[in-house]
């Protein structure tokens, strides 16, 4: 039973170019959380996807940030134009329903993307 | 608001001692406090969590400690292992809501 899966590991982009970052989430699951982690930071919550929703994008950037969740496949976060201050670790955490802490449920997050800007 | 002070920054401890991290709160309706450990490179981890109707939560020799009133809870591991050298993250959020809010990380060093 495998994890949440992100690719690539490392991505390597030149300023103004576009950046995809993949999230497939773990089996049965349709609830996905992005966090973005600037260096020596701790995480901070970009968006809130179901699978062909966004509930919540309350922390994504105004601009050149877009996510998506489709029907068939994995959740995208798409940064275009990248700038230098974009390099950062890009975390994806799953759940089956929308995540209910009152219960026993917690948020495990897949490898993350480290993006870096040259 | 929903910020979270986390400390120390850093924490250099001898193998076999404890290590203590405290983080506090301002909004009062924070109910689940969950601590992440991150080796370089790698994901933040879940270790333990601690939810607003205990005040104590222990596995084997990690615990977590929880002060409503004073809005506080804090990470403590006895008996340093090398291994336990990371950056360790604390977190909150109120029932009801899916996101996490995340302290500034301490950077926990184990002295062999």
């Known amino acids: 039973n495998a994890g949440v899966m992100q690719n690539p590991r490392h991505l390597v982009r030149r300023r103004g170019q576009e950046a995809r970052l993949r999230c497939s989430p773990m089996?049965?699951?349709?609830?996905v959380y992005w966090y973005r982690q600037l260096p020596e930071e701790g995480l901070k919550f970009m968006v809130y996807?179901?699978?062909?929703?966004?509930?919540?994008e309350s922390g994504m950037p105004k601009e050149r940030f877009s996510a998506e969740f489709p029907k068939e496949g994995p959740s995208i976060l798409r940064i275009q134009q990248v700038v230098r201050g974009d390099s950062a670790a890009y975390f994806c955490?799953?759940?089956?329903?929308?995540?209910?802490?009152?219960?026993?449920?917690?948020?495990?997050f897949g490898s993350g993307t480290q993006l870096s800007v040259l | 608001g929903e910020n979270v002070e986390q400390h120390p920054s850093t924490l250099s401890v001898q193998e076999g001692d404890s290590a203590v991290i405290k983080c506090t709160y301002s909004?009062?309706?924070?109910?689940?406090f969950p601590w992440y450990k991150q080796e370089l490179g790698k994901r933040p981890q879940l270790i333990i969590d601690?939810?607003?109707?205990?005040g104590e939560k222990k596995d084997q020799r990690i615990a977590v400690t929880l002060n409503k009133t004073a809005k506080h809870f804090s990470l403590h591991i006895t008996e340093t292992q090398p291994e336990d050298s990371a950056v360790y993250f604390c977190?909150?959020?109120?029932?009801?809501?899916?996101?996490?809010?995340f302290g500034t990380g301490t950077r926990l060093t184990i002295i062999p």
């Open positions: 955490a799953s759940s089956p329903t929308r995540v209910d802490f009152a219960t026993n449920e917690k948020l495990f």
């Open positions: 089996k049965g699951h349709s609830h």
């Open positions: 996807l179901q699978k062909e929703n966004i509930i919540d």
């Open positions: 909004d009062s309706a924070s109910n689940y």
């Open positions: 601690i939810r607003s109707n205990v």
């Open positions: 977190a909150r959020t109120n029932f009801g809501n899916e996101k996490l809010t």
